[in-house]
């Protein structure tokens, strides 16, 4: 009598192998650890990375479409991530105001800079009030926040570029702030053990944090030194206080998609997300990198 639990029957071995390459097919690749499609980021970082230096190298002037162009699709998919929320920001008056407070900052500074985002803000309110009082206050908050992030903030990098060596300047904001985003991304993946956050960017250790400082204070105190002439202690400074800055915007931006129960703001850079998934941090370091550069390199 033979043993059925020992017996293969041989008809029923093909189907047996057909279920196991099914179950092994639908198991899902595992994930990077950095999160990101590495060498799609790396080539659209260097693809980004040339085209500001093109502009700037060229003639400094160029870079203002670009920037003006990136501002506004920032704002547009700020403002799609917004309704998510059931927030309806008026798109035209920020685009206008947009394109004012930049072109404003560059050709007239600062004090021209904040005179147009109070513009902004009034023609906001005059426009939504004007479409009628139902969900108003709600739509007018949100509109307000895409007026100020990226729109305002962006205004700094026009003020930078409007310095008589505002090419350079953009050179050496860009080299520290992308060396925070590298610095933390190398120590992260390879020693990051202790969550900084991790209720809100859960990648994010304090390893790479301590890596950022360090790359930070490194290209700072170089590029100051090369870049504008300045004191290479100040340029670690910089660094340092870039580095913190860039972290706080990345958390600002990883609590507003996880509010919005959204995993990136878009799909425009593969890779990377969105547009305003590579501009978080760079619109916080601007104001402080723009102050900061009046100090060190005035």
Same mark, same amino acid.
């Given at each position: 009598?033979s043993d ?25 690749p ?7 499609n590495l060498?799609a ?18 003639r400094?002037?160029?870079?203002l479409?670009?920037?003006v ?12 991530a ?24 560059y050709?007239r500074g600062?004090?021209?800079?904040v ?18 009082l ?8 949100g ?19 409007a ?26 993946v ?7 956050? =991790? ?9 790479g944090?301590g890596?950022?400082v360090?790359?930070c204070?490194?290209?700072g105190?170089?590029?100051?030194a ?15 206080v ?9 958390l ?9 129960g959204i995993k ?5 850079? =593969? ?5 305003m ?8 370091c ?13």
């Amino acid at each position: 009598m033979s043993d059925s639990s020992t017996t293969e029957d041989p008809a029923a071995a093909p189907e047996a192998r057909s279920k196991a390459a099914a179950r092994g097919a639908t198991k899902a690749p595992k994930a990077p650890k950095a999160g990101r499609n590495l060498p799609a980021a790396i080539g659209v970082g260097v693809g980004l990375a040339a085209l500001v230096i093109a502009s700037l190298v060229f003639r400094r002037e160029l870079f203002l479409p670009v920037l003006v162009v990136a501002i506004v699709l920032g704002a547009w998919e700020m403002r799609r991530a917004v309704r998510q929320a059931g927030v309806d920001v008026p798109f035209v008056p920020v685009v206008i105001g947009a394109v004012s407070m930049l072109l404003s900052a560059y050709y007239r500074g600062p004090e021209a800079l904040v005179l147009t985002f109070g513009l902004t803000c009034t023609g906001i309110l005059v426009w939504r009030v004007a479409d009628g009082l139902d969900g108003a206050m709600r739509d007018i908050s949100g509109a307000l926040f895409v007026a100020l992030y990226p729109c305002f903030l962006g205004g700094f990098a026009s003020l930078l570029l409007a310095a008589d060596d505002g090419h350079l300047r953009i050179i050496y904001f860009v080299l520290v702030t992308v060396a925070s985003d590298i610095g933390g991304y190398a120590f992260g993946v390879f020693l990051g053990k202790h969550p900084m956050a =991790p209720s809100l960017s859960p990648k994010k250790s304090w390893e790479g944090f301590g890596g950022s400082v360090f790359t930070c204070a490194v290209v700072g105190a170089v590029g100051l030194a090369t870049l504008l002439g300045g004191v290479w202690w100040q340029g670690a400074v910089i660094g340092v206080v870039v580095a913190a800055a860039a972290t706080i915007g990345d958390l600002i931006e990883s609590s507003i998609k996880r509010d919005l129960g959204i995993k990136d703001m878009g799909t425009l850079l =593969p890779g990377h997300g969105g547009l305003m998934d590579r501009l978080d941090s760079l619109l916080v370091c601007i104001p402080v990198v723009w102050a900061l550069l009046l100090w060190a390199a005035p």
